[in-house]
């Protein structure tokens, strides 16, 4: 059972209807660590979606990873672009990636993710990979 994000503050700017249709479809791409551990969690819920901007038909979307050298980064972008290209009146997506300046911590996880995740409002760590994904060779 995949965990939905409670509404949330994305920064950006566009047309409300269109940002709320474009999280919603960012929100159905599932973080692959959260997966990984059995409790699916979608981009927007995992505080992944930093910033989202629409412009009339282009939609710029820009990244916050959970760890700066995230290998799904390219997992990622082809699934965003695979799914707002569906988009009838998206004609430009662009995607970008703020690893390199930012930190996330679970103060972005959305209040559900939360739960699921079984952190505690107060819980502010840094992020790793999971055990698993980090045995595994480059």
Known sequence: M????????????GPPGRRREILA???AIIDPCSMN??????????GIIERLDVV??????DLLPTFPTCMFRGVFEE??????????????????????????DESRLSPAARRALGRTTGSVVAAEPAPEIARRPA
């Open 56 to 61: 009339d038909s282009a939609v710029l979307v």
């Open 79 to 104: 699934e965003i672009e695979k799914r707002l290209a569906a988009l009838p009146w998206c004609t430009d997506v662009s995607i970008s990636f703020n690893a390199a300046d930012r930190t996330w």
């Open 37 to 46: 551990i059995g409790r699916p969690i979608g981009l927007v819920g995992m």
């Open 25 to 27: 479809v960012l929100d």
């Open 2 to 13: 995949r965990i939905e994000a409670a509404p949330h503050t994305v920064a950006g700017e």
